[in-house]
């Protein structure tokens, strides 16, 4: 199970996840001689140890007869103090939590330890709410030294009773936890720690209702059953159940614990096991599925294989063991990608996985006739997509789209609202589009040069790419440089002359000089820097020219898409970056 | 000026956030007969009731003297379940903490509520139990129960119990993990609040938990300085500084707490949105 993420799973409950009831040496003795079965520790035949097994993870099982809520908050906190917080992210909490009402988390000086004080209030003639009996469960302490009933019987139990009778109000003990179990679940939140509960009764929950609509999702509740109490009444799998009635006892049974841990544990996988989720265009889309669809070169290229080959997400759905949604589309643009992601991204949960595979800028959307939209491929035999629309028209926008850098603006912008829409951080970006930027010849059009009052405003010289100087530097008649001194009338003489002016430097740093500009009337066309291009690659997972099918073929397929070898090696790339970066993984 | 979408400030705390020491008859009148000033209830010369008036916030003062983390939190949950989420979420809350090691919250029957233990080790070298008081607050104010009512057999039977059943250590350590559980449950519903601590006791256990908790939460009056004792200690500004000396009592004092609100208000209004508009046109 190479997505599970855990070493160590920690329970805290009451007896219902003890394996109360199967403690009782009489009982022990019963499922022996009724059914065969050797219960020696009950809690290695209770559901956490089923699940701890089937995971393979080390199991802390803290769940204790009689134990409540305040038990449970106390030992949780006091676990992750002892293991510290990145441990504790390693850890699956489980709980079972049960109203405190009748179960008292009590210290006691006599042992130096916690004791669980369980109380009744049913003495028949009494509606005033008066304490009945108490019982103090046997204990282990801390240092490993055990305590039985026998111990607490008589002083103890009787100072524990006198106390409660005058100090304890078990509606008041309860309201006290609500707010510290809400407080508990919100600390795990914060601090990315992986947790499930279950409830026996809502006391706790009701007065911040509100709040635990929030976290449903760490509610084990399946088939009405919201604990295993509940399962295993509703299912005959009680104690009593499984002895045919030698006992009254309806703590969950063997099979009761057994049945319980299958549901769990597929409730369990559903929950923490990642999908991967791949958006992209050709190259994101399964060979498998490309055969299927007749792609003339996926065909050709199988076909010389033998096989169907994997492509990069289906690689990575094997290694990690997981499932794959594939969402890419060949021949697809950016546009589409993103649009398939808006619309599908709430399928995708906290644990999932995310890869985006960007294609050619050059690439983009028109409407059809039948109004819907078809992506453009550029400089390509495809007929045209709307008669409207000429494709020497549709080339010419493909043209300034792989001219200008600034396209890739918007891709990084679409990579922004990816990761504000996310709820998980496992995202990678990667593209086969080449890394270099290309530049045009000119910075000036008929119209800039038309105006005699306007230069171009060049911002940080220092900071831009060679090729990019060049270009400025053969489109200018004279440069003036902003960080040095200039006299700002001149460049306004240099400008009427019709002299190509570009002014570098020409940023916040230089505000007063911008500001003399604009006083004597030059007017100014700004122009960036920036290398959109090489600032949205920043995002993507490190550039790498992937095998093609050409390559790998000898020629014999006449393709540029990634061939098999090309596939494995991004698969690997995004493996490693997983690796690296997701700590909730593997 | 009002703080944006914040119609009620929360304080809670012990003394140093009570008015502890300027409830004192005699101490009143030296103030009066001194420095010109005179309060009747001592919560209104507080810092929290400064900073509520100066964002014309309502104010509930929660703070009570002797009392410590746990209190706090279960009245900050209380209070929470009582105006119900929605108002939790207009409200600032204001939290000073100290260490629970002297100050235990306990249920009491006889009064149907809780009563404030305080106790002392620091006679003894061996940490016995030195003296241990039973009130239900220290205030003559909002104060329905004499000192006397829990003098004899209350004070008796709480002091079997704190024999028998409590270690403060262990008590103290109890509240480390509920007391970030209530911070991180705040964040999770975006209720604002800024907390001063006395000493870092509490926060130690999940120091990485308080890095980020920190930035966005402590308030913060100068260097060094995190509650209103420690800035009353370093500015000669305590009860018996501003009395020349008449009492021992080292509390904030009435200009300790008036010079403190100003820093803290500066302090909240760096920090949340303020708006001259009426909170009521807000809401």
């Known amino acids: 199970m190479k997505w599970w993420k855990f070493n160590t799973i920690y329970v805290n409950g009451s007896s219902l996840t003890a394996g109360g009831g199967m403690n009782v040496p009489m009982n022990k003795t019963e499922y022996k001689r009724l059914l065969n079965i050797d219960i020696g520790d009950e809690k290695n035949v209770t559901y956490p140890k089923y699940i701890a097994d089937h995971f393979s993870t080390k199991l802390i099982h803290e769940a204790q007869s009689g134990g409540g809520a305040p038990r449970l908050i106390r030992m949780t906190y006091n676990h992750i103090q002892k293991v510290g917080i990145e441990n504790a992210r390693k850890t699956l909490f489980l709980f079972e939590i049960t109203d405190p009402v009748h179960r008292i988390d009590f210290y006691c000086e006599k042992i130096n330890d916690y004791v669980i004080v369980n109380v009744r209030y049913d003495n028949e003639w009494d509606n005033e709410g008066k304490i009945s009996s108490i019982q103090i469960q046997e204990t282990t302490t801390e240092d490993g030294i055990y305590y039985d009933h026998k111990f607490f019987e008589g002083e103890i139990e009787n100072e524990v009773k006198i106390y409660l009778e005058k100090y304890h109000n078990p509606v008041t003990y309860t309201k006290k936890f609500v707010g510290e179990l809400a407080g508990l679940f919100s600390f795990l939140d914060a601090n990315d720690i992986e947790y499930f509960y279950m409830f026996d009764n809502n006391t706790l929950q009701t007065p911040f209702q509100k709040y635990y609509d929030k ?46 841990a299958e549901r769990i544990i597929k409730i369990l996988t559903d929950k923490l096991k990642p999908k991967l989720f791949v958006f992209g265009d050709s190259h994101t889309q399964s060979f498998e ?47 589409t990608i993103m649009d398939t992601f808006l619309e ?47 494709k020497n028209t549709t080339n010419q926008i493909a043209l300034n789209k792989m001219t200008y850098n600034i396209w890739w603006k918007e891709i990084n912008n679409f990579i922004k609202i990816i990761k504000d829409l996310l709820l998980t951080e496992n995202v990678y970006f990667w593209t086969w589009v080449e890394n270099d930027t290309k530049y045009p010849d ?83 066309k700004h122009f960036s820097h920036i290398n959109h291009k090489k600032e949205c690659f920043k995002n993507f ?30 698969s690997k790339d995004l493996l490693n970056e997983i690796k690296k970066h997701s700590h909730n993984l593997l | 000026m009002k703080l944006k979408n914040i119609h009620t400030i929360y304080c809670n705390g012990s003394s140093l956030s009570a008015g502890g020491g300027l409830y004192n008859i005699d101490v ?41 983390a746990p209190r706090l939190i279960r009245r900050t949950y209380e209070y929470i379940q009582k105006v119900g989420i929605e108002n939790a979420k207009k409200t600032l809350f204001l939290f000073e903490i100290t260490d629970p090691i002297h100050r235990v919250d306990m249920f009491c029957k006889e009064i149907n509520d809780y009563i404030i233990v305080n106790v002392r080790y620091d006679d003894y070298s061996d940490g016995r139990l030195s003296d241990l008081s039973v009130v239900y607050s220290y205030s003559p104010n909002d104060n329905p129960y004499s000192d006397n009512f829990f003098k004899g057999k209350i004070e008796s039977d709480v002091l079997k119990y704190i024999d028998n059943f409590h270690d403060p250590i262990v008590y103290s350590n109890r509240f480390q993990g509920d007391l970030v559980g209530l911070f991180t449950f705040l964040d999770k519903l975006g209720i604002q609040y800024y907390y001063m601590f006395d000493n870092t006791k509490l926060k130690n256990p999940f120091d990485e938990v308080y890095v980020d908790l920190d930035l966005k939460h402590q308030l913060i009056i100068e260097d060094d300085v995190y509650t209103t004792s420690h800035f009353c200690h370093k500015h000669k500004l305590t009860i018996k500084d501003e009395t020349h000396d008449y009492t021992e009592d080292t509390h904030p004092g009435y200009f300790g707490y008036k010079k403190f609100s100003e820093i803290a208000i500066d302090f909240i209004k760096s920090r949340l949105e303020t708006t001259l508009l009426k909170t009521n046109e807000l809401i």
């Open chain 1, 289 to 335: 599925s490309h055969n299927i669809a007749r792609s003339q070169w996926s065909v050709e290229y199988s076909n010389l294989l033998g096989y169907t080959p994997k492509n990069f997400a289906d690689v990575l759905s094997s290694e990690l063991d997981i499932d794959v949604i594939n969402y890419g589309k060949g021949g697809c643009s950016n546009y």
């Open chain 2, 28 to 68: 009143k009148e030296i103030y009066k007969n001194s420095h010109g000033v005179e309060w009747d209830n001592e919560k209104d010369v507080t810092y929290a009731k400064y900073i509520s008036d100066y964002f014309g916030c309502k104010l509930v003062h929660d703070a009570q003297c002797g009392s410590g």
């Open chain 1, 344 to 390: 599908k991204y709430n399928e995708i949960q906290k644990n999932d996985i995310v890869v985006f595979g960007w294609t050619t800028e050059s690439r983009f959307r028109i409407a059809n006739e039948v109004n819907d939209f078809v992506d453009i491929m550029p400089f390509s035999p495809h007929p045209k997509q709307n008669d409207d629309v000429d």
């Open chain 1, 541 to 570: 997972i490190p550039y790498r020219n992937y095998m093609r099918i050409l390559e790998e073929t000898n020629n014999k397929v006449d393709d540029l898409h990634l061939s098999e070898k090309g596939h494995l090696q991004l």
């Open chain 1, 442 to 524: 000119r910075i000036w059009s008929e119209e800039m040069l038309e105006d005699d009052r306007l230069a171009i405003y060049f911002s940080r010289w220092g900071a831009s790419d060679e090729d990019l100087k060049d270009l400025i530097r053969k489109n200018s008649d004279v440069i003036y440089d902003y960080n040095t001194d200039i006299d700002v009338l001149k460049i306004k003489e240099d400008v009427s002359k019709g002299l190509k002016v570009v002014i570098i430097n020409a940023d916040d740093n230089n505000k007063t000089k911008l500001e003399e500009s604009n006083k004597i009337g030059l007017r100014f």
């Open chain 1, 215 to 260: 976290l449903e999702y760490r509610d084990l509740k399946f088939d009405g059953y919201s604990c295993i109490n509940q399962f295993s009444g509703f299912n005959g799998l009680t104690v009593s159940h499984d002895l045919k009635g030698y006992t009254d006892d309806l703590h969950p049974g063997y099979y009761g614990h057994k049945l319980y």
